[in-house]
């Protein structure tokens, strides 16, 4: 099994361009969610997904948009990139009932 | 709401010490508490976890205890490695993670 798959692992955006992280998972887990980590701060949640059809912000949604497309899939969207969106953003599923979080390797952005 | 305080960084040993990294928590209700390990340039990865008070996680030498009157859940290895060069994370999940800022250790040899 790959576990949490993600695409790109880098990626250099100008202010103001718009990207889509994709994200994917093959364990049959219901939840996802997206993160992202900056020096200091530990990971903070962007977006998560419950279910199927259902997304909910985190603590940091501002600038950022979600598709959860099937259960397997959950991408991430910046719309018009800006310099503080620099930062390396891991998705993650887990099962409903263990609450147990399963990373995928990361992407780090940068954003010039 | 719910939020995890964690020892900061970073720590340097040498090989063979012992390692402790203090964390502790507010929440409500039970949530399930969790330390992840993430190597340089990788993805986090689950080290241990306990569901319930006085549950003791161990994975891979480490250990750690869900303390519900003292609300903590510090990490310890008795003989550290080079390759536990990591940060480590703190967290606390209902039914989102709630993560420390990450305490950076390296080992020396």
């Not at chain 1, 419950?50 to 991408?75: H, I, Q």
């Not at chain 2, 390990?37 to 030498?61: I, R």
């Not at chain 2, 550290?80 to 967290?91: E, H, I, N, P, R």
Request: charged content about 20%.
């Amino acid at each position: 099994n790959a576990g949490v798959t993600q695409t790109p692992k880098f990626q250099v955006l100008k202010t103001g361009q718009s990207m889509t992280l994709q994200c994917a998972q093959d364990m049959n887990h219901n939840s996802m969610y997206w993160y992202r980590q900056d020096p200091g701060m530990g990971l903070r949640l962007i977006y998560y997904s419950a279910s199927e059809g259902t997304t909910d912000k985190g603590e940091v949604p501002n600038g950022y948009n979600v598709s959860r497309l099937n259960k397997r899939e959950f991408s991430l969207r910046l719309e018009s990139a800006a310099p503080s969106q620099t930062s390396v953003y891991f998705c993650a599923s887990s099962d409903s009932d263990t609450y147990e979080q399963y990373f995928g390797p990361g992407t780090r952005l940068t954003v010039t | 709401g719910n939020s995890v305080t964690q020892m900061e960084g970073p720590v340097t040993l040498s090989e063979e010490a012992f390692l402790t990294i203090n964390c502790t928590y507010t929440a409500t209700g039970y949530p399930s508490l969790f330390w992840y390990v993430q190597y340089p340039g990788e993805g986090l990865q689950l080290l241990l976890k306990a569901t319930k008070a006085d549950d003791k996680g161990s994975n891979k030498g480490f250990e750690a205890t869900y303390r519900k009157e003292t609300t903590s859940f510090h990490l310890e290895k008795g003989s550290v490695q080079v390759s536990d060069s990591a940060v480590y994370f703190c967290a606390l999940s209902d039914y989102k993670l709630s993560f420390g800022a990450g305490t950076t250790v390296t080992v020396r040899a």
